[in-house]
C-alpha cells in the first residue's frame, strides 16, 4: 500500500514517488498506532497481475462538539493505479467503509481532498479547513541576538504532555469542534511515527524550563514556504514576544532540516485558521490573507446527529433572543427533511420530516 501511495501522489512534474506519502502509509498501516485496527484498510488487487491497484483507510478518531463528545471517521490516502481508474474501485471501498463506521456507531465520516470529488460518495463542504496568513521571512522580526532570551524552543517529548494537555485544553474550550486527544494520540504524534513523517510537535518554554507553548510544523517545505499548523499559548504570555521565538524556529529548521526542494524558503505560512490571537498581535504583518477550503464532511442521519447535539441547542437558544421561546422549526434538506420541537427554550423532540413542497413551506432550506 506504500509503494502504490507512493505512485499515485508522485511528485509533481516527474514520476519519481512520493516517499513522504510511502512513509504515512506505511505508518498506519505496519506501525502500532491509537485507533487504527485490521479493519480499517481495504484494497484493490489485480489478481492476474498480482499487484494493487487501489486501496484506502480509515482512521478511527473521537470529535467534541462542546462537550459532546462523539465517534468520528477520517478516510484516508484514497488511491487509485491511473490505468484502473472510473471502474468503481474507490465507490465499492468507500460503500464498505461507510458500512463499517456506521457500524461501530460514527456520528459523522470526515476526510480532506480535491474540490467536488467525495461529493460523490454522500460528502458536503461543510467546516473550516485551514487558511491562514502568509509573512514574508524577517516581517516578525528576529529576537535580538544581543539581550537576554525569555524564551527558547525544541522539540516537544512524551515529558511534556501535562503542559501540551494543559495548553490544548485552554485554547480549544470555545471552538465549536475539536478532536478529543487521548495520551495515547500524544505520543503518537511525538514519538511513535517513523523518522520525519507527519507533524514535528515543539514546545515553547521560559528560561526556567516552565512549557507556555507549543507549535506544529511539517518536516517538508514546498514552493517556498513553511508552514506552521498550530502556535498556541497558555495565558500569561504574550503572542507579539514569543512569536519570534517561533519564527526563528520555523526558519532554522526550513533553512537546515525540511525535507524539499532547494528553492529557498521566502514565506512562513500560519495556516490556523480563519482567527487567531496571533494575527491580532502582528496585524501589520499579517496583512496577506489566505482563505480557508473546507473538510468534507459526511452525516448519514442528519435529525439523529441534531438530536445527539440537543444539550448544545439548548445552551445557544437561552443564550439567544430566542431564550424561552416555543415553537417549532422545519428544516427541508431536498433529499431528508426534519422537525424540531422547543419548548420553552428547550429542544424536546427532533424527528425526521419529508417537506412536500406543494403543500407547506419550511421554515429553512439547506442548501
Not at 34 to 39: A, D, N, Q
Not at 255 to 277: C, I, M, R, S, Y
Not at 346 to 351: C, D, G, I, L, S
Request: aromatic share 12%; hydrophobic share 40%; glycine share 8%.
Amino acid at each position: 500500500m506504500g509503494e502504490l501511495s507512493a505512485i499515485v501522489f508522485h511528485i509533481p512534474d516527474s514520476d519519481q514517488p512520493n516517499e513522504r506519502v510511502h512513509r504515512w502509509a506505511s505508518d498506519l498501516c505496519g506501525r502500532p498506532h491509537p485507533t487504527m485496527c485490521e479493519g480499517c484498510v481495504t484494497v484493490v488487487e489485480d489478481t492476474r497481475a498480482k499487484r494493487l491497484v487501489s486501496s484506502m483507510c480509515l482512521v478511527p478518531q473521537t470529535w467534541c462538539c462542546e462537550d459532546l463528545a462523539f465517534p468520528v471517521s477520517r478516510p484516508e490516502i484514497v488511491v487509485t493505479r491511473e490505468d484502473c481508474r472510473r471502474r468503481g474501485f474507490v465507490r465499492a471501498q468507500f460503500e464498505a467503509f461507510h458500512a463499517w463506521s456506521e457500524g461501530r456507531g460514527d456520528r459523522m465520516q470526515a476526510i480532506t481532498g480535491i474540490p467536488w470529488y467525495y461529493r460523490q460518495f454522500g460528502y458536503e463542504l461543510a467546516l473550516d479547513l485551514g487558511g491562514g496568513r502568509r509573512t514574508p521571512i524577517g516581517a516578525i522580526p528576529a529576537p535580538d541576538a544581543k539581550a537576554e532570551r525569555p524564551y527558547r524552543t525544541r522539540r516537544a517529548t512524551a515529558n511534556d504532555l501535562p503542559a501540551l494537555r494543559a495548553i490544548y485544553e485552554h485554547n480549544t474550550r470555545d471552538l465549536l469542534y475539536t478532536l478529543q486527544y487521548e495520551d495515547a494520540i500524544w505520543r503518537y504524534d511525538i514519538d511513535g511515527r517513523s523518522p520525519d513523517t507527519g507533524v514535528a510537535s515543539n514546545v515553547v518554554e521560559t528560561a526556567d524550563g516552565e512549557v507556555v507553548g507549543w507549535f506544529v510544523h511539517p518536516f517538508w517545505k514546498w514552493a517556498g514556504r513553511m508552514h506552521c499548523y498550530t502556535f498556541w499559548l497558555l495565558p500569561g504570555h504574550s503572542y507579539r514576544a514569543v512569536a519570534p521565538y517561533v519564527a526563528e524556529a520555523l526558519h532554522h529548521f526550513a533553512e537546515h532540516d525540511a525535507q524539499g526542494n532547494d528553492e529557498p524558503v521566502k514565506t512562513q505560512f500560519w495556516e490556523l485558521g480563519e482567527q487567531h490571537p496571533h494575527y491580532d498581535a502582528y496585524a501589520r504583518e499579517m496583512a496577506d490573507t489566505v482563505p480557508p477550503f473546507a473538510w468534507y464532511i459526511r452525516v448519514p442521519d442528519i435529525p439523529g446527529f441534531v438530536d445527539f447535539l440537543r444539550p448544545v441547542l439548548d445552551r445557544r437558544l437561552e443564550q439567544s433572543p430566542f431564550a424561552g421561546h416555543t415553537g417549532t422549526v422545519t428544516i427541508n434538506g431536498f433529499t431528508w427533511g426534519m422537525r424540531l420541537t422547543i419548548d420553552r427554550g428547550r429542544v424536546t423532540a427532533v424527528a425526521p420530516h419529508m417537506i412536500d413542497v406543494s403543500k407547506e413551506a419550511a421554515d429553512a432550506d439547506f442548501p
